[in-house]
């Protein structure tokens, strides 16, 4: 019988990728086992935004709630570390909140000036006064009769491809990535603690894992994998649905977003830069497992009315892709609350078992929960976990400054392995955006022909497609245009003329061939 493994972590999302990462970065042997695709949940239809969060910033005052604020200067800092160790997928943002006279302007600036300080060392600059006309300029087709407002910075990242990255570093540090790879049981040995699992593979293979600790990281699903564990633990996951559109529209040509405070229903709206087009979220919908990612025409028109109030000029509101997913909200303890108003904090817990839940939390933050995670590991294997070795991120360089140095001299030798059309500027970008300053060596290895641009949306080529399939783990169409690329995230038509091509690219890289060809399907 093979040695049990140190930790066994069931999620593929941002917080099972976490753990796997920090356990890892710790030498501990571990797995991740993940039911369909690496991020294919939660974790990759968020509003891409690393943000303390200014609603929580104002319902702690407003409630006089510490634990809003410590959810809020928890994440800003989290938000510097990433947008340090990461400047290759994570940018800072600057947003516009409009206000309509003096004593919002102060309300806003003042709260805004708290947010800041809240940083500490970890700022990204300061909010600033905005000017009827500085404004209209960030925003040229907002709606008149605005007197100015404030702007602030947040961060702006690709959730699934750090989501992948955090994956694929653990796995060149010896973890095991098994997408594709669902759980059907746990296991336990004779004094009835948690000690493996069993799986099945999209081929129905099961496949036996021994382990000393086992990690539940299943964002909204936390609760089937605890209830497996013991049938009689109470559901503690509140699932709230947040849609997303993104116009074709570009609503913010100057690269400004506009932030939302307040909608009638008390609620914040986004409207960001995206690929060249405009990401509009988020709705707040109390909803079931199933109904989570499939967005409803009452949410979509509610986003859509919003946008004709805030823009009344635009006479077409084309949308090119929408999604939808759910958070995953610990339920408070005694009455229900809405879930506009549950704190995003996370809870690690064991069961008697043994079994160690991550739960709640929000992108933001999934470094400290996978921190507190590996506290709850430490306890299940009775030693204290080893200090934490370098390993950076894939596509990062050994330190911050050389990850930038490295990306600024990568840029030349992109602009001579590229070919020379008119996309050429953005390819480099984007390609720098997915690999950091491992592009320009992943293209020297790919033909002249699958260097050609495929996409007048986002310049995707064949190189990147079929690196996807063959070392990112993409099993499915789904996987390569909605999660490796962002395609089909922000233009679910051009995403489908590339469909026939990844399917065959699926089929030259898999072992069997598939039964029929893939779709694709941004509920998955």
Not at 287 to 309: F, G, H, I, K, M
Request: aromatic share 4%; net charge neutral; with cysteine.
């Amino acid at each position: 019988m093979s040695e049990p493994l140190d930790l066994l972590v069931i999620g593929g999302g941002a917080s099972g990728a976490s753990v796997t990462y920090e356990a890892a970065r710790r030498g501990l042997s571990v797995a991740l086992l993940e039911g369909s695709d690496l991020s294919c949940g939660t974790s990759c239809r968020s509003t891409k935004l690393l943000h303390g969060g200014v609603r929580y910033l104002e319902l702690a005052f407003k409630t006089a709630d510490p634990a809003q604020l410590r959810l809020v200067r928890e994440a800003l800092l989290e938000r510097g570390h990433w947008l340090r160790q990461a400047p290759f997928l994570a940018q800072r943002l600057e947003l516009a909140l409009p206000t309509n006279g003096l004593i919002g302007q102060l309300y806003y600036r003042m709260g805004l000036g708290v947010y800041d300080a809240l940083a500490g060392q970890t700022s990204i600059g300061s909010s600033r006064w905005l000017s009827k006309t500085q404004l209209h300029q960030a925003l040229p087709q907002i709606k008149p009769g605005l007197n100015g407002g404030v702007a602030y910075s947040d961060g702006q990242f690709d959730d699934a491809r750090l989501n992948l990255l955090l994956a694929l570093t653990a796995e060149q540090a010896g973890a095991q990535i098994l997408p594709g790879c669902r759980v059907t049981s746990l296991t336990k040995d004779g004094s009835g603690r948690i000690n493996g699992a069993i799986s099945m593979n999209a081929d129905g293979q099961e496949q036996r894992w021994t382990a000393r600790a086992v990690v539940n990281a299943t964002g909204i699903q936390a609760d089937s994998i605890r209830q497996m564990a013991d049938p009689d633990v109470p559901d503690r996951m509140l699932t709230s649905r947040g849609v997303h559109l993104v116009l074709r529209a570009n609503l913010c040509p100057a690269g400004v977003g506009l932030l939302l405070p307040s909608t009638d229903d008390g609620r914040v709206l986004f409207m960001l830069p995206f690929f060249g087009r405009t990401l509009v979220g988020t709705t707040d919908t109390a909803c079931s497992l199933t109904a989570a990612a499939t967005p409803s025409q009452d949410e979509r028109d509610y986003l859509l009315a919003y946008v004709r109030r805030w823009f009344p000029q635009l006479s077409d509101l084309d949308v090119g892709s929408s999604w939808a997913g759910g958070r995953p909200l610990l339920k408070p303890a005694g009455a229900e609350r809405d879930s506009s108003r549950v704190v995003r904090e996370h809870e690690v817990e064991t069961l008697p078992c043994g079994l160690v839940s991550v739960m709640g939390g929000k992108w933001t933050t999934c470094r400290p929960m996978a921190l507190d995670t590996l506290d709850a590991v430490a306890d299940q294997l009775g030693r204290p976990l080893p200090s934490p070795k370098p390993l950076p991120l894939l596509g990062a360089a050994d330190t911050p400054d050389h990850t930038r140095d490295q990306l600024q001299q990568q840029q030349q030798e992109l602009h001579t392995l590229l070919p020379a059309t008119p996309q050429r500027g953005a390819q480099i970008r984007h390609l720098q955006g997915n690999f950091g300053v491992r592009a320009a060596t992943l293209v020297s290895r790919w033909t002249a022909d699958e260097r050609v641009p495929l996409s007048d949306v986002i310049p995707i080529c064949r190189g990147e497609l079929r690196h996807a399939v063959k070392a990112e783990h993409a099993r499915s169409v789904t996987a390569v245009l909605a999660r490796r690329c962002r395609l089909a995230m922000v233009d679910q038509g051009d995403a489908e003329r590339l469909v026939p091509l990844v399917n065959d690219l699926l089929e030259e890289h898999q072992d069997t061939t598939p039964a029929g060809a893939d779709r694709l399907n941004l509920a998955l």
